[in-house]
């Protein structure tokens, strides 16, 4: 989308949001260049902060061609942030509703109309320990698909540390000022599933292969390696009801101390998949 068509609501969007982010982040902005500069494509985006999205989208404004995000549908009913939401054109998600597919036709009509269309493949903020990509759900693959656009993978790392994942109490630690880096890799080469039925097997594949990409971009920005496995989030959950059952039997402390070392042992070993 070329900078002349960006839109009343995302050019208001980024005159309220730009000017807080510069003045409160550095940035460390690579691989520009591979951001399409004409037709429709993807963007497959890690996510550990909530604060991720408006310092991935102030990236992606800047190169011109915004990003339509896949979101709750809850964000949409009114008031200003649904008003913003519905005018920028973003893209509700139904989640456990007979309407879920309907922001996966959204999406492939966007980008068939020339738009980019940004992915969480994880579909949350990541619940592995190390903020490492966990496991990705297979809608952006299964898009990809559809659409054979390009799809192009970004890791991004530091909004965390101004905004933590999941803390127990809300903390906002904007000093000293924090780097936000984003890291855009070249497209990947899906060429070898087109045409293919897009069995279950085949999506999970392909996700593979994105999740992948984006944990190896992250790799180079956080100047470290990754675990061998990526966080499984199901697996670690029964885990967690696997000891708590076995803590409700009878047999008292000594079953309830081995299922927590099942339960810890578990969660460890997922840690281990990002």
């Not at 940035?27 to 497959?44: L, N, S």
């Not at 630690?173 to 087109?194: A, H, I, M, Q």
Request: with cysteine; net charge positive.
């Amino acid at each position: 989308m070329s900078r002349h068509r960006i839109g009343f609501w995302y050019r208001f969007a980024a005159f309220l949001v730009k000017p807080p982010l510069l003045l409160l982040f550095k940035r460390d902005w690579r691989g520009m260049e591979h951001i399409p500069a004409e037709g429709g494509f993807i963007t497959v985006v890690n996510h550990n902060s909530y604060l991720d999205p408006l310092s991935y989208a102030h990236f992606q404004y800047n190169t011109g061609r915004v990003p339509r995000f896949l979101a709750k549908d809850s964000l949409f009913k009114g008031g200003f942030v649904g008003a913003v939401m519905r005018g920028t054109g973003q893209i509700p998600v139904y989640r456990e509703s007979v309407d879920a597919a309907h922001a996966f036709r959204a999406a492939v009509e966007a980008i068939d109309k020339g738009e980019c269309v940004a992915f969480y493949p994880e579909g949350t903020l990541t619940r592995d320990p190390e903020l490492w990509p966990m496991e990705g759900k297979t809608g952006a693959a299964r898009v990809a698909l559809l659409t054979k656009a390009p799809v192009i993978p970004v890791a991004q790392w530091g909004a965390h540390e101004a905004v933590p994942p999941y803390a127990k109490e809300k903390r906002v630690r904007l000093f000293p000022r924090k780097t936000l880096k984003v890291l855009v890799g070249p497209p990947l080469d899906l060429s070898r599933y087109y045409d293919r039925e897009p069995t279950a097997e085949l999506l999970r594949e392909v996700t593979d292969v994105i999740m992948d990409a984006i944990t190896g971009l992250l790799v180079e920005l956080r100047g470290e390696p990754a675990p061998a496995r990526r966080y499984d989030r199901r697996r670690a959950l029964a885990a967690d009801r696997r000891a708590a059952r076995d803590a409700a039997e009878p047999g008292g402390e000594e079953n309830g101390a081995a299922g927590r070392g099942t339960a810890a042992g578990g969660t460890a070993v997922e840690g281990e998949k990002a």
